[in-house]
């Protein structure tokens, strides 16, 4: 069992940066790939970026790649998320999720994921 808690989120103006923390309970964190999803209102959660057990390999939607990174301490039990030139259209809940798998990538997607976070608001001003 793995409980996470999300943490870092907030109003900040386009062009801006935040960085999302993902801390979990359990001593077998290193096993789970982790995930980070959005959803907007109105719309259906989404894919943001992947990592695996190890932190050796991520994978990121097309429209933030180059824009934001996924990061992860496993000594920590804490998983990232950089998030930078930030845009109106980030606008949405964020939520951490984890599965428990020694695959090469993190799965993109939300199915393939066990455990959720409560998720944590970003908004981004115009």
Do not use: H
């Not at 409980?3 to 096993?31: D, I, K, M, P, Y």
């Not at 990592?51 to 790649?65: E, H």
């Amino acid at each position: 069992q793995v409980q996470l808690v999300e943490s870092g989120g907030g109003l900040v103006q386009a062009g801006g940066s935040l960085r999302l923390s993902c801390a979990a309970s359990g001593r077998t964190f290193s096993t789970y790939a982790m995930g980070w999803f959005r959803q907007a209102p109105g719309k259906e959660r989404e894919f943001v970026a992947s990592i695996n057990w190890s932190g050796a390999s991520t994978r990121y939607a097309d429209s933030v790649k180059g824009r934001f990174t996924i990061s992860r301490d496993n000594a920590k039990n804490t998983g990232y998320l950089q998030m930078n030139s930030l845009k109106p259209e980030d606008t949405a809940v964020y939520y951490c999720a984890a599965t428990q798998t020694l695959g090469f990538f993190g799965p993109v997607d939300k199915y393939a994921y066990d455990y959720w976070g409560q998720g944590t608001q970003v908004t981004v001003s115009s």
